[in-house]
Protein backbone atom coordinates (compact mmCIF):
# COMPACT_ATOMS: atom_id res chain seq x y z
CA UNK A 1 0.00 0.00 0.00
CA UNK A 2 1.61 3.48 -0.36
CA UNK A 3 1.22 5.83 1.93
CA UNK A 4 2.31 9.75 2.27
CA UNK A 5 3.44 11.36 5.54
CA UNK A 6 3.32 15.05 6.36
CA UNK A 7 3.98 15.43 9.43
CA UNK A 8 3.54 19.29 9.67
CA UNK A 9 -0.07 20.15 10.15
CA UNK A 10 0.33 23.89 10.15
CA UNK A 11 3.78 26.47 9.81
CA UNK A 12 3.74 29.93 10.37
CA UNK A 13 6.41 32.03 9.17
CA UNK A 14 7.31 36.02 8.92
CA UNK A 15 8.00 37.22 5.51
CA UNK A 16 11.08 36.46 3.83
CA UNK A 17 11.94 33.73 6.15
CA UNK A 18 12.86 30.45 4.35
CA UNK A 19 10.34 27.37 5.23
CA UNK A 20 11.01 23.55 4.70
CA UNK A 21 7.55 21.27 4.24
CA UNK A 22 8.41 17.45 4.89
CA UNK A 23 7.37 14.74 3.05
CA UNK A 24 7.69 11.29 3.90
CA UNK A 25 6.42 8.20 1.50
CA UNK A 26 5.85 4.49 1.28
CA UNK A 27 5.84 2.24 -1.78
CA UNK A 28 6.69 -1.14 -2.66
CA UNK A 29 7.07 -0.21 -6.33
CA UNK A 30 10.52 0.03 -7.33
CA UNK A 31 9.01 2.93 -10.22
CA UNK A 32 6.95 5.70 -8.96
CA UNK A 33 6.25 9.36 -9.07
CA UNK A 34 6.12 12.16 -6.64
CA UNK A 35 4.36 15.09 -6.89
CA UNK A 36 3.73 18.79 -5.14
CA UNK A 37 0.75 20.76 -5.40
CA UNK A 38 -0.84 24.22 -3.99
CA UNK A 39 -3.62 24.83 -2.48
CA UNK A 40 -4.26 28.82 -2.12
CA UNK A 41 -7.62 30.47 -0.16
CA UNK A 42 -9.12 30.27 -3.49
CA UNK A 43 -9.60 26.27 -3.41
CA UNK A 44 -8.29 25.01 -6.24
CA UNK A 45 -5.39 22.40 -6.74
CA UNK A 46 -2.01 23.85 -8.61
CA UNK A 47 0.36 21.63 -10.24
CA UNK A 48 4.30 22.36 -8.80
CA UNK A 49 6.35 19.92 -9.40
CA UNK A 50 7.01 16.10 -10.06
CA UNK A 51 10.08 13.55 -9.81
CA UNK A 52 10.47 10.42 -10.86
CA UNK A 53 11.86 7.33 -8.46
CA UNK A 54 15.16 7.33 -10.51
CA UNK A 55 16.10 10.89 -10.95
CA UNK A 56 17.50 12.26 -6.92
CA UNK A 57 18.79 15.44 -8.67
CA UNK A 58 17.64 18.54 -6.27
CA UNK A 59 15.57 21.01 -8.53
CA UNK A 60 15.34 24.68 -8.51
CA UNK A 61 12.55 26.70 -10.01
CA UNK A 62 13.00 30.57 -8.79
CA UNK A 63 12.27 30.51 -4.60
CA UNK A 64 11.34 27.08 -4.62
CA UNK A 65 13.51 24.10 -4.11
CA UNK A 66 12.46 20.56 -3.83
CA UNK A 67 15.22 17.74 -2.01
CA UNK A 68 14.48 13.71 -3.35
CA UNK A 69 16.54 11.47 -1.13
CA UNK A 70 15.41 7.72 -1.69
CA UNK A 71 17.57 6.28 1.05
CA UNK A 72 15.32 8.32 3.35
CA UNK A 73 11.76 8.30 1.17
CA UNK A 74 11.79 11.45 1.40
CA UNK A 75 10.67 14.76 -0.94
CA UNK A 76 10.75 18.04 0.84
CA UNK A 77 9.82 21.21 -0.30
CA UNK A 78 11.47 24.44 0.63
CA UNK A 79 10.69 27.99 -0.06
CA UNK A 80 13.06 30.79 0.00
CA UNK A 81 12.43 34.20 0.89
CA UNK A 82 9.05 33.43 1.61
CA UNK A 83 6.22 36.00 0.98
CA UNK A 84 2.26 36.53 2.02
CA UNK A 85 1.20 35.15 -1.49
CA UNK A 86 2.89 31.91 -0.77
CA UNK A 87 0.49 31.28 1.90
CA UNK A 88 -1.25 27.87 1.07
CA UNK A 89 -1.70 24.48 1.81
CA UNK A 90 0.67 22.23 0.24
CA UNK A 91 -0.05 18.21 -0.57
CA UNK A 92 2.54 16.43 -1.42
CA UNK A 93 1.36 13.23 -3.42
CA UNK A 94 2.83 9.95 -4.72
CA UNK A 95 1.71 8.36 -8.33
CA UNK A 96 0.56 4.98 -9.06
CA UNK A 97 -0.57 2.82 -11.65
CA UNK A 98 -4.35 2.34 -11.35
CA UNK A 99 -5.46 -1.25 -12.97
CA UNK A 100 -5.70 -0.65 -16.71
CA UNK A 101 -4.18 2.60 -17.25
CA UNK A 102 -4.49 6.18 -15.29
CA UNK A 103 -2.67 7.29 -12.77
CA UNK A 104 -3.76 7.37 -9.15
CA UNK A 105 -2.46 9.93 -6.64
CA UNK A 106 -2.36 9.23 -3.36
CA UNK A 107 -1.95 12.53 -1.06
CA UNK A 108 -0.55 13.32 2.31
CA UNK A 109 -2.65 15.07 4.49
CA UNK A 110 -1.39 18.69 3.85
CA UNK A 111 0.78 21.03 5.49
CA UNK A 112 -1.22 24.79 6.17
CA UNK A 113 1.67 27.66 5.87
CA UNK A 114 0.91 30.97 7.11
CA UNK A 115 3.47 33.77 5.98
CA UNK A 116 2.71 36.87 7.85
CA UNK A 117 4.46 40.60 7.58
CA UNK B 1 -10.18 28.30 -21.26
CA UNK B 2 -8.97 24.53 -21.51
CA UNK B 3 -9.49 22.81 -18.29
CA UNK B 4 -11.52 21.19 -15.62
CA UNK B 5 -15.16 22.94 -15.27
CA UNK B 6 -17.38 21.38 -11.93
CA UNK B 7 -20.64 22.29 -11.02
CA UNK B 8 -22.35 23.38 -8.67
CA UNK B 9 -19.57 25.07 -7.07
CA UNK B 10 -21.47 24.68 -3.67
CA UNK B 11 -24.71 23.20 -2.63
CA UNK B 12 -26.57 22.20 0.74
CA UNK B 13 -28.37 18.95 0.54
CA UNK B 14 -30.96 17.62 2.68
CA UNK B 15 -30.05 14.20 4.39
CA UNK B 16 -31.84 11.58 2.01
CA UNK B 17 -31.82 13.65 -1.27
CA UNK B 18 -30.07 12.39 -4.27
CA UNK B 19 -27.60 14.61 -5.74
CA UNK B 20 -25.58 15.00 -8.89
CA UNK B 21 -21.83 16.66 -8.91
CA UNK B 22 -21.00 17.76 -12.81
CA UNK B 23 -17.76 17.92 -14.39
CA UNK B 24 -16.92 18.21 -17.66
CA UNK B 25 -12.95 18.54 -19.46
CA UNK B 26 -12.48 19.63 -22.48
CA UNK B 27 -8.69 18.73 -23.02
CA UNK B 28 -9.71 15.22 -24.16
CA UNK B 29 -8.05 13.15 -21.31
CA UNK B 30 -8.32 9.31 -20.85
CA UNK B 31 -8.65 9.11 -17.36
CA UNK B 32 -10.92 11.21 -15.07
CA UNK B 33 -10.76 10.98 -11.22
CA UNK B 34 -13.25 12.16 -8.24
CA UNK B 35 -11.36 12.68 -5.00
CA UNK B 36 -12.69 14.30 -1.86
CA UNK B 37 -11.07 16.49 0.77
CA UNK B 38 -11.30 16.28 4.28
CA UNK B 39 -10.09 18.14 7.00
CA UNK B 40 -6.97 16.16 8.21
CA UNK B 41 -7.55 13.69 5.51
CA UNK B 42 -6.49 15.21 2.33
CA UNK B 43 -7.89 14.29 -0.69
CA UNK B 44 -8.87 10.47 -0.98
CA UNK B 45 -9.81 8.88 -4.19
CA UNK B 46 -13.48 7.74 -4.69
CA UNK B 47 -13.93 6.59 -8.13
CA UNK B 48 -11.81 6.98 -11.42
CA UNK B 49 -12.43 5.93 -15.58
CA UNK B 50 -9.24 5.26 -17.47
CA UNK B 51 -11.67 5.56 -20.44
CA UNK B 52 -14.97 6.35 -21.91
CA UNK B 53 -17.05 3.55 -20.82
CA UNK B 54 -15.18 1.88 -17.62
CA UNK B 55 -15.14 2.75 -14.20
CA UNK B 56 -13.63 2.21 -11.20
CA UNK B 57 -13.49 1.90 -7.37
CA UNK B 58 -11.06 4.27 -5.36
CA UNK B 59 -10.48 4.64 -1.54
CA UNK B 60 -13.80 5.74 -0.35
CA UNK B 61 -16.90 4.36 -2.83
CA UNK B 62 -19.27 3.67 -0.54
CA UNK B 63 -22.44 6.06 -1.05
CA UNK B 64 -21.31 7.31 -4.77
CA UNK B 65 -22.02 6.10 -8.38
CA UNK B 66 -19.78 7.59 -11.38
CA UNK B 67 -20.43 6.57 -14.93
CA UNK B 68 -18.22 7.96 -17.82
CA UNK B 69 -21.03 7.97 -21.35
CA UNK B 70 -17.96 9.74 -23.45
CA UNK B 71 -14.40 11.40 -22.75
CA UNK B 72 -15.36 14.45 -21.39
CA UNK B 73 -18.12 14.16 -18.90
CA UNK B 74 -17.91 12.29 -15.40
CA UNK B 75 -20.67 12.80 -13.25
CA UNK B 76 -21.11 12.01 -9.58
CA UNK B 77 -23.87 10.70 -8.11
CA UNK B 78 -25.40 10.67 -4.31
CA UNK B 79 -28.16 8.02 -4.44
CA UNK B 80 -29.29 9.03 -0.80
CA UNK B 81 -26.91 11.59 0.53
CA UNK B 82 -25.80 11.36 4.18
CA UNK B 83 -24.32 13.82 6.75
CA UNK B 84 -20.40 11.98 6.49
CA UNK B 85 -20.89 13.02 3.17
CA UNK B 86 -20.01 16.74 3.60
CA UNK B 87 -17.17 17.78 2.00
CA UNK B 88 -15.24 19.73 -1.35
CA UNK B 89 -15.11 17.39 -4.15
CA UNK B 90 -12.27 17.50 -6.54
CA UNK B 91 -12.80 16.02 -10.44
CA UNK B 92 -9.47 15.60 -12.29
CA UNK B 93 -8.49 14.19 -15.02
CA UNK B 94 -4.88 13.11 -16.68
CA UNK B 95 -3.27 11.86 -19.47
CA UNK B 96 -3.12 8.22 -19.53
CA UNK B 97 -1.04 7.77 -21.95
CA UNK B 98 1.73 9.48 -20.30
CA UNK B 99 1.50 6.80 -17.74
CA UNK B 100 1.89 7.97 -14.00
CA UNK B 101 4.39 10.48 -14.30
CA UNK B 102 1.69 12.73 -15.41
CA UNK B 103 0.39 15.02 -13.52
CA UNK B 104 -3.37 15.40 -12.64
CA UNK B 105 -5.56 18.91 -13.38
CA UNK B 106 -8.15 19.33 -10.87
CA UNK B 107 -11.75 21.55 -11.54
CA UNK B 108 -12.50 24.37 -9.02
CA UNK B 109 -14.12 22.08 -6.47
CA UNK B 110 -17.68 21.68 -4.98
CA UNK B 111 -18.59 22.46 -1.39
CA UNK B 112 -21.41 19.88 -0.69
CA UNK B 113 -23.10 20.22 2.96
CA UNK B 114 -25.23 17.68 3.97
CA UNK B 115 -27.74 18.79 6.60
Known amino acids: AQKVTQAQTEISVVEKEDVTLDCVYETRDTTYYLFWYKQPPSGELVFLIRRNSFDEQNEISGRYSWNFQKSTSSFNFTITASQVVDSAVYFC??????????????FGTGTQLKVEL | IAGITQAPTSQILAAGRRMTLRCTQD?????MYWYRQDLGLGLRLIHYSNTAGTTGKGEVPDGYSVSRANTDDFPLTLASAVPSQTSVYFCASSDSAGGPNTEAFFGQGTRLTVV
Open chain 1, 93 to 106: ALGGLLTGGGNKLT
Open chain 2, 27 to 31: MRHNA
